[in-house]
């Protein structure tokens, strides 16, 4: 039976593993998907154990999305671009690095009732999945894109990649039409000390994080009058992707499949 991983730490709140092993079951596919929870220097034996074929593919999470690059033969043209991997396959017996979270979010915005060209855009953090929200957003001809980050350095390091951002100070709220918590702040209840009571109404706040399914940024985004949306299309998305690499089928998303997501 052929063996599917992520890796990550923490990982216990990691989800794949139910998405996965239903879409292989809905696709009569003999294989299985697991969880395993890495130290840093354990990387290069795990990557290693995928040379061997003892592993056929692996799903990447935070904080190895970067770390895994030089483990890898091959990177695809997004992976590159963004320099975060979160899926690896096989070419031959190359090991392929790719990143699925770009159309993980481009899908979960065109999933939305809400035209993203020419909008101002301000993310905040600097985490290693920003630069694929931003390539994403660069795809969608927003007019600007604005990070925000408690360690501004950080912020800083994405213009290398990315010219056309904007910083701002954290702590301080420019004009936005979007607004996406790409920190990890709100996966444990905590509060973004921000005040977004001047920023107006009907805009969109957008939160990577899928659990909890509201964070209080998306509840306070929505008592404000604005669209909200976690990050569980994204997640589904970037999944469904990486099993059409894998196996070359498209996966299906239907009621069975989103429910599975809800039941914790
Ligand atoms: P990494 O930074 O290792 O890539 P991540 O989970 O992808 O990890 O990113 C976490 C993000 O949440 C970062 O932007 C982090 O800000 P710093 O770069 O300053 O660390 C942000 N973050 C986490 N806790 C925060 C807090 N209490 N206040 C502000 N930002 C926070």
Not at 30 to 37: L, R
Not at 129 to 150: D, H, K, W
Not at 222 to 237: P, R, S
């Amino acid at each position: 039976m052929k063996k599917y991983l992520v890796i990550g730490n923490p990982i216990d709140h990691s989800l794949s593993p139910r998405l996965h092993n239903s879409w292989l079951k809905q696709n009569n596919i003999n294989a299985k998907y697991d969880k395993i929870k890495l130290e840093v220097d354990e990387i290069e034996s795990l990557i290693n154990k995928i040379k061997q074929k003892k592993i056929a593919g692996c799903n990447v999470t935070v904080p190895f999305k970067k770390k895994v690059i030089p483990y890898l033969d091959k990177l695809s043209k997004e992976a590159e671009q963004t320099q975060s991997v979160n899926t690896i396959t096989f070419d031959g017996n190359d090991l392929v690095g790719h990143n699925t979270d770009i159309f993980g979010f481009t899908k979960a915005i065109e999933s939305l009732d809400f035209a993203m060209k020419n909008k101002n855009i301000l993310i905040l953090g600097a985490g290693g999945v920003v630069p694929s929200i931003i390539l994403a957003l660069n795809e969608m001809n927003v007019s600007e894109i604005i990070i925000s980050n408690r360690t501004k350095q950080k912020a800083e390091n994405l213009k290398f990649f990315f010219k056309n951002l904007k910083i701002v100070e954290w702590g301080r709220l420019p004009d936005f039409d979007v607004i996406i918590n790409a920190t990890s702040i709100g996966l444990n209840d905590e509060i973004i000390n921000l005040d977004f009571s001047k920023s107006g109404k009907n805009k969109l706040f957008y939160d990577v994080i899928y659990n909890p399914a509201e964070t209080n940024f998306l509840k306070i985004g929505k008592e404000l009058g604005n669209k909200t949306e976690n990050g569980k299309t994204m997640f589904i998305y970037q999944a469904y992707e990486a099993f059409r690499l894998w196996h070359g089928v498209s996966p299906k998303i239907n009621n069975e499949i989103l429910n599975l997501l809800e039941n914790d």
